[in-house]
């Protein structure tokens, strides 16, 4: 574990923010909040998620909190870290 994943953990058990961490290919940037169709076609470049299938436009970043926020515990060997709480929230995915 690294130094930010320490303080990250340090700083959540401080202010009783629960952490869970999860897989690195989590497709959380690609995936519609919506109604989870995965676009595999998203590249970084691209800020503005649009969903082909249910027509949700939104920020790719927000987009993506939510499907982590939203995300459960399946793998415990992972690598990203997610912080839920709005000041903490942070992936490394
Ligand atoms: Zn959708």
């Known amino acids: 574990m690294g130094e930010l994943s320490r303080h990250l953990l340090y700083k959540a058990r401080w202010h009783g923010v629960e952490v869970r961490v999860a897989n690195r290919f989590f497709p959380s940037s690609k995936t519609c909040s919506g109604r989870g169709e995965i676009r595999n076609d998203l590249d970084l470049s691209t800020r503005t998620y649009?969903?082909?299938?249910?027509?949700?436009?939104?920020?790719r970043d927000v987009n993506a909190a939510i499907n982590l926020a939203r995300w459960r515990p399946e793998e415990p060997s992972a690598v990203a870290l997610l912080a839920l709480t709005p000041a903490l929230l942070l992936s490394t995915a």
Do not use: H, M, P, S
Not at 50 to 59: F, W
């Open 50 to 59: 649009v969903c082909g299938a249910c027509g949700l436009v939104i920020d």
